[in-house]
């Protein structure tokens, strides 16, 4: 561990101290934020100016997963005691999402729909789809069970509250059913695993797998109006507790100060103090973003990483298929090779104060060419241009009814920047938080829980929250 850079706190302009300090602002970033700030500890969440005045949909999970009654999603509302007013707006639907592909536009929701599009498209026979979907069912509950259970994190040698025993036949991972599909379902169910999971070069391991086909079986869920959404009501939870946010637009580095773990903002002078400092964000973009002198080491840690391609489209209302659904994953099947598809998810976000339009954002992990900067700028512009491309294919008719927004990408506390995982201290299984021991520092590492999408950080943040909370206590 390389040691954080010494200042004195009174040659800052302005220090000021919280209990901890967590950098980033990511889901996991706030649902841990919030349940510092319920345990009585005063907490300040740093974020990125950039995705702080962001379209609100370009922050929001593509899927809701585990938003019915014992998923991830509804058990940490709960837990957060979001209120009733804010937890009702998410209703349910029975089609999670649409799965298209050349010649294939299918339901993916209730297992019956389900079933019934697997056979219409010619993906499966009326058994193996009922087989299938059955077995995806029994696995994604053991899954589901096993993560709800799991310590999932600890700090030093104690690991977070819970049980690691896990009740039912089934044995852990993809079931058989799954794993024997014929090549072209296999495909679609790689596809969707990769659209749900945050890995960057793999698909998800086998048990990741499992649970993230098997959320789509409960259906979907949605938000019955505008923003705020996921981002939004944790956000107003955090400061509920009496957490602050503060935004930076430029330079800042991890220093120690006065034996506490802080972050200097370069441009002002200031300097924000925790007892403890929590990174909530990729390790390599905050290394990227670090100021002046070398990175702490616990940042700048190989690894490999990439990124989604992110694109902001506005349509007029009546381009959309009346029976298009308000997420579809599109997989292009000429592109797709192996066991690693090409995908893109696409998200439509109503806007209530202009009912004639919608806004369309689209996501796709970009396989980067070379090592130079403008080797993967030009390899992100082409699959922007290549997402484009696939709505038009989509919306033959739209013409002029598209308008591209601009996306200003943040530079460290960004959702769409991905790590692999470690070979060890993933999913599952659990890890420790700890990345520093003078001054305190830990890590809300995203990347060890990347296979299981959403209900992975928001385990990550609710875990890690309360590992923490315990730690200051």
């Known amino acids: 561990m390389g040691a954080l850079p010494t200042v004195e706190s009174g040659a800052a302009v302005r220090a000021r101290r919280w209990d901890a300090v967590v950098l980033g602002s990511g889901v996991h970033a706030l649902v841990a934020a919030a349940r510092l700030g319920m345990a009585g500890h005063r907490v300040l969440v740093v974020e990125e100016e950039a995705s702080q005045r962001a379209y609100p949909g370009l922050r929001e999970p593509f899927f809701l997963a585990g938003a019915r009654e014992g998923g991830v999603l509804e058990q940490t509302l709960r837990t957060l005691t979001i209120p009733l007013i804010d937890r009702r707006r998410i209703v349910d639907e029975d089609v999670a999402y649409q799965l298209v592909g050349r010649d294939l536009r299918a339901d993916v929701g209730l297992p019956d729909l389900t079933a019934y599009e697997l056979v ?38 104690l690991a977070g509250l819970g049980r690691t025993a896990v ?23 790689r596809a969707q695993a990769r659209a749900l999971g945050n890995l960057p070069l793999t698909v998800p391991g086998p048990e990741c797998q499992a649970r993230l086909l098997s959320t789509a079986l409960a259906g979907g869920a949605s938000f019955r109006d505008g923003a705020p959404w996921l981002h939004g009501i944790l956000r107003k939870r955090v400061e509920s507790v009496y957490g602050e946010f503060r935004a930076l637009s430029g330079e800042f580095r991890l220093v120690s100060a006065a034996g506490l773990p802080a972050v200097s ?6 300097l924000w103090i925790g007892r403890i400092l929590v990174v909530a964000a990729p390790g390599s ?44 994953i599109l997989v292009d099947e000429e592109q797709s090779s192996g066991e690693l598809p090409s995908v893109t998810s696409l998200a439509v976000f109503e806007q209530p104060e202009e009912r004639e339009w919608v806004n369309l954002v689209l996501r796709s992990v970009v396989l980067e060419e070379g090592d130079e900067a403008a080797e993967k700028q030009q390899a992100e512009e082409r699959m922007e241009q290549r997402m484009i491309e696939q709505v038009r294919e989509l919306l033959p008719f739209a013409e002029d009814a598209l308008e591209r927004r601009p996306v200003q990408r943040p530079l460290w506390d960004d959702e769409d920047c991905l790590e692999e995982p470690p070979a060890a ?49």
């Not at 990175?295 to 209302?317: C, I």
């Not at 299984?429 to 990345?435: I, K, M, Q, S, T």
Request: aromatic share 4%.
């Open 120 to 157: 219409a498209w010619g993906l499966a026979k009326p058994e193996e789809a009922q087989a299938l979907l059955r077995a995806l069912a029994e696995a994604g509950e053991v899954e589901r069970k096993a993560m709800l259970d799991a310590p999932l994190v600890r700090v030093g040698r």
């Open 167 to 189: 009740e039912g036949s089934h044995l852990r991972g993809l079931p058989a059913e799954a794993r024997s599909a014929d090549p072209r379902l296999a495909l679609m169910l």
């Open 265 to 270: 903002v370069t441009k002002t002078g200031e």
């Open 285 to 328: 973009a905050v290394a990227a973003a670090h100021g002046p002198g070398d990175p702490p080491d616990f940042l700048a840690a190989e690894r490999s990483h990439g990124r989604r391609a992110v694109v902001h489209l506005r349509a007029r209302r009546h381009v959309l298929p009346p029976a298009m659904a308000s997420r579809l």
């Open 425 to 473: 201290g993933h999913w599952p299984g659990h890890f420790d938080l700890r990345v520093h021991g003078r001054p305190p520092v830990y890590a809300l590492d995203r990347s060890r829980v990347a296979g299981l999408g959403l209900e992975g950080e928001l385990l990550l943040g609710w875990r890690g929250g309360d590992a923490l909370a315990a730690e200051l206590g």
